[in-house]
């Protein structure tokens, strides 16, 4: 069955940055672009961006050009985002989710990691 | 960017009724449309995508219709589990935005 394992929540200051992952079972990693989606405490989705686990061919939301990285090690089926210069407002649970159609950045989340909450203070 | 409004951000109903979430676009986005369901402290789960289509496993009480601009996600008998947050969300374009959430309490 598919899994998708967040690794665990953080704890950072201000400036500092965070690399969450993201570990893919039960299905061929490299065949679904894995996108990222954030959840501030009591508010809505928010799409981050996404890669292509084939190419490492990467697209992020305008808001978090500059700030965010994402990569992938296909030899663990493991995928990544690195956020830098995090603020306050960064503070959220980070999903990844796979994408629904095989192949093609189609931007429908069928598989979800069980998020990973990342806590910006000083 | 297409713009994601849904309609009521909350909403009370009884075990048994029947409940309709609207959502709407601020351009057409023809079919590409998704539901998803989320309860607290977990997240989010595919209920409906492409407007209508049930993804695999979900009960057959919800059901999606609408195309172009204007979308409705149907509970047609709401059980005890169906009380949750429910978001829409536009693939027809990047970025992909979610509505911002309809709260399904309990009356």
């Known amino acids: 069955q598919v899994q998708l394992v967040q690794s665990g929540a953080e704890v950072k200051k201000p400036g500092a940055s965070v690399k969450v992952s993201c570990k893919a079972s039960?299905?061929?990693?490299?065949?679904?672009?894995m996108h990222w989606v954030r959840q501030a405490p009591g508010q809505g989705l928010e799409w981050m961006g996404w890669?292509?686990?084939?190419?490492?061919?990467?697209n992020y939301a305008q808001k978090f050009q500059g700030r965010v990285t994402m990569t992938r090690d296909t030899s663990i089926s493991t995928a990544y985002m690195e956020l830098s210069r995090l603020r306050s407002d960064d503070t959220a649970v980070y999903y990844c989710?796979?994408?629904?159609?095989?192949?093609?950045?189609?931007?429908?989340?069928?598989?979800w990691g069980q998020g990973t909450l990342v806590t910006v203070s000083s | 960017d297409i713009q994601m409004t849904q309609s009521p951000s909350s909403l009370s109903a009884s075990v048994g009724d029947r409940v309709t979430i609207t959502c709407r676009a601020s351009?057409?986005?023809?079919?590409?449309l998704n539901w998803y369901q989320q309860k607290p402290g977990k997240a989010p789960k595919l209920l409906i995508y492409?407007?209508?289509s049930l993804q695999s496993g979900v009960p057959s009480r919800f059901s999606g219709s609408g195309s172009g601009t204007d979308f409705t996600l149907t509970i047609s008998s709401l059980q005890p589990e169906d009380f949750a947050t429910y978001y829409c969300?536009?693939?027809?374009?990047?970025?992909?935005?979610f509505g911002q959430g309809t709260k399904l309490e309990i009356k």
């Open positions: 989710a796979r994408d629904i159609t095989p192949g093609i950045a189609a931007a429908g989340f069928d598989y």
């Open positions: 039960g299905y061929t990693f490299t065949g679904y672009y």
């Open positions: 890669i292509n686990p084939n190419s490492g061919g990467t």
């Open positions: 351009q057409s986005i023809s079919s590409y």
């Open positions: 492409a407007a209508s």
């Open positions: 969300q536009q693939s027809y374009s990047t970025p992909p935005y």
